[in-house]
């Protein structure tokens, strides 16, 4: 794959390309505005996963990138107990809208992969000032 879209777009000034790499974030902030997903993962085959909130936002995106199309896959965490269907494609429609709107591309495909459930961690009640030994 290059690394920009040759000949993307030709105008009167130039020519206007557009890196892979600003699909893969435009896809990854996308997806993690959709409410369930906890977090970007890596892939099976790096093992490694982040949780919202870390500044990678390409992290578990690959993208192909033609001079009119594009195709996106997608790796996410979800939340426990969301509806990973509903999820999926609200992925989808999301993605989808954002790279067109944002790049003209038509997008051909978003395939979402499901990694990983993040379960919340229970909170620790705090411990009370009588139960402790030494005052």
């Known amino acids: 794959m290059e690394t920009l879209v040759p000949d993307y777009e030709r105008t009167e000034m130039g ?8 699909i893969e ?6 997806t993690v505005e959709v409410e369930g997903v906890a977090g970007m993962s890596g892939g099976i085959s790096s093992g490694i ?5 870390r500044k990678n936002l390409s992290k578990g995106v690959k993208v192909e ?3 009119r199309e594009a195709a996106v896959d997608v790796n996410i965490i979800v939340e426990f ?3 990973i269907p509903e999820i999926a494609a609200e992925i989808q429609r999301n993605v989808k809208r954002s790279i ?8 051909v495909e978003v395939n979402v992969h499901i990694h990983d459930v993040h379960f919340k ?5 705090e411990e009370e000032e009588s139960h402790t030994r030494v005052r």
């Open 25 to 30: 974030v435009i896809a990854g902030l996308a």
């Open 81 to 83: 107990g969301r509806k």
């Open 65 to 67: 990138v033609g001079q």
């Open 100 to 107: 067109e709107t944002m790049t003209g591309l038509n997008v």
């Open 49 to 53: 996963a982040e949780l919202l909130g």
């Open 15 to 22: 020519t206007i390309q557009i890196a892979p790499e600003v």
């Open 121 to 125: 961690q229970a909170e620790k009640p």
